[in-house]
């Protein structure tokens, strides 16, 4: 007997000796059998919307270019919000530049808002300004805070 | 959705669609309850264990990442749910014996060559019995086990050779591989 031979008696041996006929699957048995697990297959249709927003932000993860894009509009974002806060942190520090008459420059609340701002250099500067507008020569601390007294 | 290349059908199922995932058990019972039965011995314990590795699978579907490596993970987890049955099994011989009890001499065969395929490894017995469930193809085997052909070609020979070799050791002397 020669080896082809012997492959195709050894292939007609083995499957007489195996039970190889091809299963066949019932789906509406397995369903029945199953019915808990094939309930949670099919619910998560009714999850996807949900799903799909969640699915965003892994598309976003998984792209490298995406997530570059993701990180350069988060830095315009943060950088956006800095200048905003500096612009507005700039409006606060104005009012006594505004203000409208030397008197109002060196009210205490005045006085007190540019110390906060900038220390006693801001509080010269402002006493300064206010002496400037009020046509005198340098006024010392002294002399603004008695008038400022009364 | 109930057609289609594996890879939309496990996208659909994933997302919740029964009758693609009901589509795929269908593709792949045959080879699962293959794998099985090279495990236990027993067809209809076999047949059994695949539809409880479905029932695993339509729970996990979600876990599976690599949606193209389907066919490889339910095999994994029939191969799990096969060995949770023998644990719990006396330890016997792993392939069915011959129901009839008479001692004819097609029924000695059967035996012989059952006794030698208890002796391959797990995996040779596997591709064996993959191969001979109804004809499947080297391609279908190639995406259940997660191996080339060349290397399906090669344990099938190796399976057949050690095969052929205990038989002629039992006696039947034709067998020459």
């Given at each position: 007997?020669?080896?082809?031979?012997?492959?195709?008696?050894?292939?007609?041996?083995?499957?007489?000796?195996?039970?190889?006929?091809?299963?066949?699957?019932?789906?509406?048995?397995?369903?029945?059998?199953?019915?808990?697990?094939?309930?949670?297959?099919?619910?998560?249709?009714?999850?996807?919307?949900?799903?799909?927003?969640?699915?965003?932000?892994?598309?976003?993860?998984?792209?490298?270019?995406?997530?570059?894009?993701?990180?350069?509009?988060?830095?315009?974002?943060?950088?956006?919000?800095?200048?905003?806060?500096?612009?507005?942190?700039?409006?606060?520090g104005q009012p006594e530049q505004l203000a409208k008459s030397p008197a109002e420059m060196v009210t205490s609340a005045s006085l007190r808002t540019a110390y906060?701002r900038?220390?006693?250099?801001?509080l010269?500067e402002q006493c300064d300004r206010a002496a400037r507008m009020l046509?005198?020569?340098?006024l010392?601390?002294?002399?603004v805070?008695?008038e400022s007294n009364g | 959705?109930?057609?289609?290349?594996?890879?939309?059908?496990?996208?659909?199922?994933?997302?919740?669609?029964?009758?693609?995932?009901?589509?795929?058990?269908?593709?792949?019972?045959?080879?699962?309850?293959?794998?099985?039965?090279?495990?236990?011995?027993?067809?209809?314990?076999?047949?059994?264990?695949?539809?409880?590795?479905?029932?695993?699978?339509?729970?996990?579907?979600?876990?599976?990442?690599?949606?193209?490596?389907?066919?490889?993970?339910?095999?994994?987890?029939?191969?799990?749910?096969?060995?949770?049955?023998?644990?719990?099994?006396?330890?016997?011989?792993?392939?069915?014996?011959?129901?009839?009890?008479?001692?004819?001499?097609?029924?000695?065969?059967?035996?012989?060559?059952?006794?030698?395929?208890?002796?391959?490894?797990?995996?040779?017995?596997?591709?064996?019995?993959?191969?001979?469930?109804?004809?499947?193809?080297?391609?279908?085997?190639?995406?259940?086990?997660?191996?080339?052909?060349?290397?399906?070609?090669?344990?099938?020979?190796?399976?057949?050779?050690?095969?052929?070799?205990?038989?002629?050791?039992?006696?039947?002397?034709?067998?020459?591989?």
């Open positions: 007997m020669n080896e082809q031979k012997d492959e195709k008696w050894l292939d007609e041996l083995i499957s007489r000796s195996i039970d190889t006929s091809e299963p066949r699957f019932d789906a509406e048995q397995w369903k029945q059998k199953y019915p808990g697990e094939f309930q949670a297959l099919v619910e998560r249709e009714a999850r996807r919307p949900q799903a799909a927003r969640f699915d965003v932000l892994s598309i976003v993860m998984r792209s490298r270019i995406a997530q570059v894009a993701a990180a350069a509009v988060f830095i315009i974002a943060v950088g956006l919000f800095i200048a905003h806060l500096d612009h507005r942190g700039q409006q606060r906060n900038g220390g006693m250099k801001a010269e046509g005198q020569g340098l010392s601390m002294k002399d805070v008695e | 959705m109930a057609q289609g290349p594996d890879s939309e059908l496990v996208e659909a199922a994933a997302k919740g669609d029964g009758d693609s995932f009901t589509e795929l058990c269908r593709r792949y019972y045959p080879a699962m309850v293959a794998i099985a039965h090279s495990m236990l011995g027993d067809r209809h314990l076999a047949e059994d264990v695949a539809q409880q590795a479905f029932a695993s699978a339509a729970v996990k579907l979600p876990q599976l990442r690599q949606k193209a490596q389907f066919a490889g993970w339910l095999a994994a987890i029939c191969r799990n749910e096969a060995r949770d049955i023998l644990r719990n099994r006396k330890p016997v011989s792993s392939i069915e014996r011959c129901q009839a009890t008479d001692e004819s001499k097609e029924n000695v065969v059967c035996e012989s060559v059952r006794a030698a395929l208890n002796k391959l490894s797990t995996s040779e017995r596997e591709v064996v019995f993959l191969r001979f469930y109804d004809g499947m193809s080297y391609d279908q085997i190639s995406a259940v086990l997660g191996i080339s052909e060349q290397a399906i070609n090669g344990r099938l020979r190796r399976a057949k050779k050690k095969l052929a070799e205990y038989l002629r050791r039992d006696g039947y002397n034709e067998v020459r591989l």
